[in-house]
């Protein structure tokens, strides 16, 4: 993602800077130029400062929430050996299943498609309770695989909430208003045959479209593709291999 984010940067750098050098304006500068540019950027720099601010705090808290329920998914296998080595096996395989279709199709897979893995664990919890109703222990870790996976529920709630929590249509089309007054304005300011400043035109313009490309990838949850919660459901399988 970051080769390509460079790639699509140095793509248009170049030729944004051959535009700025060879464009030549009709006349001087005015006024309402210079107004339209430092109206533009701090508009621009507001909306797209408080945007990026709210989605990067929407992506973190995915990122905690997905480590909270990662967690309680490894403690509900270990307390599953307190029922049995064959319920504990069999735990590991539906969970294990889950954590294969995550690890292939993103960690929303469970959000986009139908998954029973908490009712599964449910179902086997039920079947394995039947069978073992004797001791203390047992009792308790039942008593806490249910707590668990409802707690299982509510985070995966709180998760779809912040999933659909996106940037509204019409606020998308202010920043792209907002983008397209600032090159234009930025494109019109005079500079032929002067190397410096078209540099400086065409690093800012480029800059200002990787702000926007940012917005819109904190907006889709791609920014860091596959690094929300990867790690972590990993950890979960290993520690159901045995590994951890």
Request: proline share 1%; aromatic share 10%.
């Amino acid at each position: 993602m970051k080769q390509k984010m460079l790639s699509a940067i140095f793509i248009l750098l170049f030729p944004l800077f051959g535009v700025a050098y060879y464009y030549k304006l009709l006349g001087e500068s005015t006024d309402i130029d210079k107004t339209f540019l430092t109206l533009s950027t701090f508009l621009f720099a507001l909306f797209t400062g408080f945007f990026i601010s709210r989605q990067a705090s929407r992506y973190g808290e995915i990122r905690r929430l997905t480590a909270d329920f990662d967690g309680n998914m490894s403690g509900i296998y270990r307390l599953f050996q307190h029922l049995g080595k064959d319920a504990q096996h069999a735990s590991g395989g539906i969970i294990k299943e889950y954590y294969k279709k995550i690890t292939k199709n993103g960690w929303d897979y469970s959000f986009t498609h139908k998954t029973t893995t908490i009712t599964d664990l449910h179902a086997l919890l039920e079947k394995t309770t039947d069978k073992n109703t004797g001791g203390s222990m047992a009792s308790m870790a039942a008593s806490r695989i249910i707590v668990g996976l409802q707690e299982q529920q509510k985070t995966r709630k709180n998760l779809v909430t912040l999933r659909e929590e996106r940037i509204p249509g019409f606020q998308w089309m202010l920043i792209c208003i907002l983008t397209a007054i600032l090159v234009l304005t930025v494109s019109a300011i005079p500079s032929a045959a002067i190397v410096l400043g078209s540099a400086v035109k065409a690093a800012f313009i480029v800059s200002i479209l990787v702000v926007v490309a940012l917005l819109k990838q904190l907006d889709n949850l791609t920014l860091f593709t596959g690094a929300i919660g990867e790690h972590s459901a990993r950890d979960v399988v290993e520690i159901i291999e045995g590994k951890k």
